[in-house]
């Protein structure tokens, strides 16, 4: 139990594209998921957390009118990337909140490698 | 505010040897911990948690930890070493009452060698 799902695993755009990825909770509901970014040999950087039925909350640094998040039910978040550029290649990776007996884990997508070109 | 450091960036064990992977943390309320592996190009893979129970943590494949609050350390141990372990581990806090959020070590790279 407990996995989350992102969609799509790799995707190449070009420069000033928009691009969508999508974030399930296939087997539980999460009211919170949360958005991280990854440069190679880096840690997880926490880029905003998305609350089911509110606004997200980025972190500080993070434009919010670049990275768009929509939680639009209990098992689904999407970060949109508008008017990518080259600078925005990463990896993405989603996580999602369980909790269970007064205590809880965050589960990760797999992430999404974006690359613009 | 809460933070971890991961003693080591890349630590190498020969097959069958023991891993020690350190975590020390710093929170000012007692916290979550939790360490995770990432294999390359994929996601983050729970392997253990501790939350307020017993101060020895055991995980998935074999891997264990001990919360030591006065050391602030919950370092990640695993007997015997074998070639699949290879991979980027991290470290992580959050603040039980807070908001979920998890803060992360750099990570520490593990490579086992034949």
């Known amino acids: 139990g407990a996995v989350v799902s992102q969609h799509p695993s790799r995707v190449i755009c070009k420069s000033g594209t928009s691009v969508k990825i999508e974030c399930r909770s296939l087997d539980f509901q999460a009211t919170t998921m949360f958005w991280y970014r990854q440069f190679p040999k880096q840690s997880l950087m926490l880029m905003a957390t998305?609350?089911?039925?509110?606004?997200?909350?980025?972190e500080q640094g993070v434009e919010k009118d670049k990275f768009l998040i929509n939680h639009a039910s209990l098992t689904l978040s999407t970060l949109t990337v508008t008017s990518a550029h080259p600078e925005d290649s990463s990896f993405y990776i989603c996580s999602a909140t369980y909790r269970r007996r007064g205590s809880y884990e965050q589960y990760f997508g797999p992430g999404t490698r974006l690359t613009v070109t | 505010a809460q933070s971890v450091t991961q003693l080591g960036s890349h630590v190498s064990v020969s097959e069958g040897a023991l891993v020690l992977l350190r975590c020390n943390y710093s929170s000012s309320v007692p916290p979550y911990l939790f360490w995770y592996v990432q294999y390359p190009n994929q996601g983050l893979q729970l392997l253990l948690k501790y939350t307020s129970a017993a101060t020895l943590v055991k995980g998935i494949n074999g891997f264990e930890a001990e919360f030591k609050k006065s050391e602030t350390s919950f370092h990640l141990t695993k007997p015997s070493a074998h070639m699949s372990d290879a991979a980027e581990y991290f470290c992580a806090v959050s603040d039980p009452g807070g908001s979920e959020k998890l803060v992360f070590g750099k990570g520490t790279k593990l490579t086992v060698n034949p």
């Open positions: 998305s609350n089911e039925g509110s606004k997200a909350t980025y």
